[in-house]
């Protein structure tokens, strides 16, 4: 395990709880927290899930149905794993990730330039970008995904994210959200929120050089929608035949709906 480079500043901050914070605070906080954590970002992910990080995004890209456009639209592309996952596995299409914060998209063009994912990544372009109000076309894209990056948007933003991803896929494209969860069952939730309270922050504070950010982040796994309820919200968005599957003993779901 690799600690935090000393060149590094640390920061020393705290965040309010999820359910405390306003709506243009919790934008301005999440925003906060990503520019200060690309350093050693995908290490944690790795670290913090035991790898399982890579195996659910394996899963997400092998459910994808490219039948028309071609082309994928990655919504929090972060440090584009999920994008570079979709080139690696679907040999004829096209990518663009979409982040806000430009800092974590600037540590996957890294990962392209170093060429650590071969010929595939020269078909990934970024764009920076909010969710809410997407630069881009309707009906341009047969997928629109987003990992990790829902719990994120404030509250009463979910459901135009949701219409966002939508009016961008094709007639019968997919819209799909990898998101963490707390496990429904009843011995293992217990287990599950002790560790995001007390072992993730933990183990976070050695590789990141804003540890509270972990706090924050492991809150915002708390008080996110059980998987029944989001698949409500996605319903209310307008899209159907929706499909959920329970990853790693329910603590993250793939959400799939149809436009």
């Known amino acids: 395990m690799q600690h935090l480079s000393p060149s590094l500043k640390t920061v020393k ?21 990503f520019k200060t954590i690309p350093e050693g970002y995908d290490l944690l992910n790795r670290v913090l899930s035991l790898r399982r990080d890579v195996a659910w995004r394996k899963f997400t890209v092998r459910k994808m149905r490219f039948f028309q456009t071609k082309r994928l639209l990655d919504l929090a592309t972060g440090t584009a794993d999920l994008a570079l996952e979709a080139v690696s596995i679907q040999s004829d299409i096209e990518v ?10 600037l540590r996957g063009k890294e990962k392209i330039w170093r060429g650590e994912h071969g010929a595939a990544a020269p078909r990934i372009s970024f ?41 961008c896929v094709v007639p019968g494209g997919q819209v799909m959200i990898l998101e963490m969860h ?40 708390a008080n996110f929608p059980s998987p029944s309820s989001f698949a409500s919200l996605m319903a209310v968005a307008g899209l159907q035949e929706i499909v959920q599957y329970p990853l790693t003993m329910g603590t993250t779901f793939l959400h799939i709906g149809r436009k």
Do not use: C, W
């Open 13 to 33: 901050k705290s965040y309010p709880p999820v359910t405390e914070v306003s709506r243009k605070r919790h934008a301005e906080i999440v925003h906060e927290i």
């Open 182 to 221: 707390l496990p429904e069952h009843r011995y293992i939730r217990p287990l599950y929120h002790a560790y995001l309270k007390h072992f993730l922050p933990r183990i976070a504070a050695l590789l990141t050089n804003n540890p509270a950010a972990y706090y924050y982040l492991a809150d915002s796994i």
């Open 127 to 167: 764009l920076q970008g909010d969710a809410r109000d997407l630069p881009l076309r309707s009906q341009t894209f047969d997928v629109v995904s987003m990992a990790f990056g829902i719990r994120n948007i404030p509250v009463r933003d979910r459901h135009i994210v949701l219409q966002e991803m939508m009016r």
């Open 96 to 105: 663009v990730g979409l982040d806000f914060v430009r800092e974590m998209m």
